[in-house]
């Protein structure tokens, strides 16, 4: 029997209650199937450990976690620390560290989810942006001077390489090759950002030379924007930088139907270094401590994680499961127009997966 050692770290705000929702999940998952175990190591990473300590995890976290097959990661962000302190100390450390430079979103209106766009409903859309995770605007190359001075400069210098940028549409262009549409979208903003942006186009072209299957566009991100909203259909795969696909990416949760909904995969796919799978969404301080929040997210990206650790079939199990239940309509999170808890969510996708017969 394969066995998989998983590092949690719920973080901050609703990071704990979707994380142990997940994991429940998780549980479930290889109970059902049998050919596979899970042990998950929970670690009290965070504000917290922030607050006691003075760093979100300890210096040694990065060689702590690199023993585990992947990590499953809730959200950082509290109310009384500065976000960019939090972001970069745990997250992106995370990222950067292990070379996670593929950051992956699906996107599509679960059964039973309203989209907010006119006429646009489940099975319409099937997205998946590739976010490049690991330079250009979040490079973290910058500085501050003069600071109180009349003259006082912040900059934060966006760096594109030669290596990261072909490697990203690479790996865009195999993941789109390997979907039904085979079409990938291209966001740039070349127009105006002339230098590293020119050269993210100039590679692209290059590298899809190598893929003549694989039917390409571009698009500015701007107009992008507006693609996604006006002509949702006409998308499939989507590959753009840190900061565009950011933005982009919360923008497609929100067609999604909720924030709450949405997954993600930071990849190292050469596998040398644990991947890392979690929730779109931050600590949602409003909802924090409730109970109310909506674990699918966390769900979706746990089965991001089983498709990376190769258990396909427990992957797709945990998506049907979470399309019964939303398909059902009778147990939806608040965020989803029902009155279900976090607790209740779960067990009902729980049931579905001890029921699947799959
Ligand atoms: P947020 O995602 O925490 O919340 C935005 C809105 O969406 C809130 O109204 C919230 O209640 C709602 N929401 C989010 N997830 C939900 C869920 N699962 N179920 C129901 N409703 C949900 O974004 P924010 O308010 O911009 O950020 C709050 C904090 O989280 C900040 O400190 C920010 O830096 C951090 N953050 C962290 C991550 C991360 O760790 N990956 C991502 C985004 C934001
Ligand atoms: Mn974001």
Partial sequence: MTSYSIAAIPGDGIGGEVISAGVDVLHALAAKDGSFSLTVEPFAWGADYYLEHGEMMPSDGLEILKGYDAIYFGSAGDPRIPDHITLWQLRLKICQGFGQYANVRP??????????????GPGDF??????????????GVGGRAHQGFDQEVGMDVSVFTRAGVERIHRFALDLARSRPRKLLTMVTKSNAQRHGMVMWDEIFDRVKADFP??????????????????????LDTIVATNLHADILSDLAAALSGSLGIAPTANL???????????????????????GIANPIGSFWSASLMLDHLGEHTAARRLMTAIERVTGAGSIMPRDLGGEATTKEVAEAVINAIRTSNE
């Fill in 126 to 139: 099937d997205w998946v942006i590739v976010r490049e995770n690991s330079e250009g605007e979040y490079a």
């Fill in 213 to 234: 299957d694989v039917k390409t566009d571009r698009m500015l991100v701007d107009a992008m924007t507006t693609r996604m909203v006006l002509d949702p259909k006409s």
């Fill in 268 to 290: 190292r796919p050469e596998k040398d270094f644990p991947s890392m799978f979690e929730p779109i969404h931050g600590s949602a301080f409003d909802i924090m401590g409730k």
């Fill in 107 to 120: 996107t599509r209106v679960l059964p039973g989810v309203d989209c907010p766009l006119k006429g646009v």
